[in-house]
Structures are given as structure tokens and as C-alpha cells.
């Protein structure tokens, strides 16, 4: 299976600044259609899960552009410009490119 | 609007069975992949079972696999997960997702234990 290592565990941030999760994947995560299948979901708490970032840059409609996607390959980034309270979650990247499908062991952000 | 609407968790001995389904909304199940995702109690996110549009075409994560079979109904538009032989270790909230986890529902809650 292929392992999606995400980094840091907790990430606290003031209110305004920028904040940034990494995630490294096992092996390349390019399909065999070119397309690259990574995406990035946001848990509130006690909430289900939210995806925010498709094919790693893609936002999803109704995601605020605060929120960024990059990489490439098996190094991808989740970049937040400037941390909301409504931010407080832990994310989560996933791979679907192979079967199973996998998730990073989540970053968990919070406010100072 | 999409909804995914989950029910069918509660508690089982270990060994037991349970069915989940997955009411879906603003959408029909015939069009698109469909997932259950798992999350034990404090945990993080599995990725348990997917169906094709056609329900002809089905992959499990070897944890589930021989013990959990997904369906669906697409008249109904419904999505299933049936679970036996169920183990401690599958207690979790079972979440419906749709296509690439696009859109969730709210999960039911699956408690094994004796």
C-alpha cells in the first residue's frame, strides 16, 4: 500500500499568519492518465470530513482562497495564507491513484 | 442539492452482523463511484470499500475484505455495506462518500463489542 506521511503532527498558528502541511507518498503519485490524484480534506471537530484541494491544486467550489495546493510527484504541500478560527481541524491528504486509497495520519491546527 | 444520508450502526457482539445503508439525494448512484470511509474513535481516515457506476466493479481494503460486501440499489438509489464476522477492531463511524470524497455523509456509528 502506499504510505502518505504527513508532517507536522500539530501545527499551532495565531490568528492571521500563514500555516503549511506537508505530505510525502511512498511512490509517485502520477497516474498512468498523466493526472495526479491527491487531495486534501479538513475535519472540523465533530464534523465529517471536507475536501478541499483536488489533484493537487484543484480548490473545490465554495473553499475560501486562503486555501492552496502544490507538488508534485511524492512531495505535495497544503498552504493556508492567512489562519481563521474556522480553520481549527486536522487535515488530512489522500492518494487515489492506487487501490487502496490512503490517508496521511492528519495535522491537527490550532490557534496560539 | 447532494445528500448522504447513513443509518443502520449500532452495537453488535463481536462475530455479528450489521448492514449499513446510504440514502442519496440530488444525485443519482448510477452516475458515479461510490465509497464507504471508516474512522475509529480518536483515529484517523481508512478507506474501506468502493463500487462502480454499474455496481459491477467493486475493491476492499484487505482488512474488510471476505467480511464486508458493498452494494447498491441504483432504483432506490441507495448504497449498502453489509459486515459480518465483525471484530473490536472494526468499530468506527462509517462514512457514504461520493466519487473522489467530494461529498459525505454525517456516518453511523458501529460499536463491536461483548
Known amino acids: 500500500d502506499v504510505v502518505m506521511t504527513q508532517s507536522p503532527l500539530s501545527l499551532p498558528v495565531t490568528l492571521g499568519q500563514p500555516a503549511s502541511i506537508s505530505c510525502r507518498s511512498s511512490q509517485s503519485l502520477v497516474y498512468s492518465d498523466g493526472n495526479t490524484y491527491l487531495n486534501w480534506f479538513q475535519q472540523r471537530p465533530g464534523q465529517s470530513p471536507r475536501r478541499l484541494i483536488y489533484q493537487v491544486s484543484n480548490r473545490d467550489s465554495g473553499v475560501p482562497d486562503r486555501f492552496s495546493g502544490s507538488g508534485s510527484g511524492t512531495d505535495f504541500t497544503l498552504k493556508i495564507s492567512r489562519v481563521e478560527a474556522e480553520d481549527v481541524g486536522v487535515y488530512y491528504c489522500m492518494q487515489a491513484t492506487y487501490w487502496p486509497h490512503t490517508f496521511g495520519g492528519g495535522t491537527k491546527v490550532e490557534i496560539k | 442539492e447532494v445528500q448522504l444520508v447513513e443509518s443502520g450502526g449500532g452495537l453488535v457482539q463481536p462475530g455479528g452482523s450489521l448492514r449499513l445503508s446510504c440514502v442519496a439525494s440530488g444525485f443519482t448512484l448510477s452516475s458515479h463511484w461510490m465509497n464507504w470511509v471508516r474512522q475509529a474513535p480518536g483515529k484517523g481516515l481508512e478507506w474501506a470499500a468502493k463500487?462502480?457506476?454499474?455496481?459491477?466493479?467493486?475493491h476492499y481494503v484487505d482488512s474488510v475484505k471476505g467480511r464486508f460486501t458493498i452494494s447498491k440499489d441504483n432504483a432506490k438509489n441507495i448504497l449498502y455495506l453489509q459486515m459480518s464476522s465483525l471484530r473490536v477492531e472494526d468499530t468506527a463511524v462509517y462514512y457514504c462518500?461520493?466519487?473522489?470524497?467530494?461529498?459525505w455523509g454525517q456516518g453511523t456509528l458501529v460499536t463491536v463489542s461483548s
Open positions: 462518500t461520493r466519487g473522489g470524497g467530494r461529498h
Open positions: 463500487i462502480n457506476q454499474d455496481g459491477n466493479e467493486r
